[in-house]
């Protein structure tokens, strides 16, 4: 049996149209193993739509829709990568919301490759040491943020890692993150 040190915990994932496969998936089936609820978060319901690269995916159900979504029903975030997906996340109103409430309350946020759009244009980054895909490098600093090119990155309560090669790397760092912050929001109740 696996290891469940997450057992009771309630991680959102934001995502819409275009993320990539193995990012959302991966990541999610690493959370739900260690004993997560995961509810998948994006703009309208139904089904999105996943990349492989340039490729077209598979579509996965929609949870929630964002409008209807709030952060203190959760106690942590994943956000996976892709770069159409990253894009038009971060210009929703409601997800820059959301994944501030979740830093100013100091709950663990994960993110990959183009994620940490997000972040940029919710002005978090400023201060930060993160990193992503090596294409928003530009990106990450002009908002304040020091990108560095390492597997999986840890600052706070922030895991960050590059690209699809490195999710073993973002699963193992990602469930000692989020384990860290259950036992502090336990210690906190």
């Known amino acids: 049996m696996a290891d469940r040190k997450l ?12 993320f990539e496969e193995p990012e959302l998936l991966e990541p999610r089936a690493a959370l739900d193993a260690a004993g997560a609820k995961t509810t998948l ?25 964002l409008a209807q979504a709030n952060p203190a029903q959760f106690d942590a975030v994943l956000l996976p990568g892709g770069a159409l997906n990253a894009d038009a996340l971060r210009v929703e109103k409601h997800a820059q919301q959301f994944v501030r409430e979740m830093d100013q309350h100091g709950r663990p946020i994960a993110f990959i490759c183009h ?30 943020g020091k990108w560095v090119d390492q597997k999986a990155v840890r600052d706070r309560n922030w895991v960050s890692s590059r690209k699809p090669t490195d999710i073993p790397d973002f699963d193992k760092e990602m469930i000692e993150l989020f384990a860290a912050g259950k036992a502090r929001a336990m210690g906190n109740s």
């Open 7 to 18: 057992e009771g915990m309630r991680v959102a994932i934001l995502a819409t149209n275009g």
């Open 41 to 65: 978060i994006a703009p309208t319901g139904g089904k999105i739509y996943g990349m492989k690269h340039h490729d077209k995916g598979r579509e996965v159900e929609v949870d929630l829709e």
């Open 115 to 144: 994620a940490p759009w997000l972040l940029v244009s919710a002005g978090l980054t400023n201060g930060r040491t993160l990193t992503g895909y090596h294409t928003i490098r530009d990106d990450i600093q002009n908002a304040g």
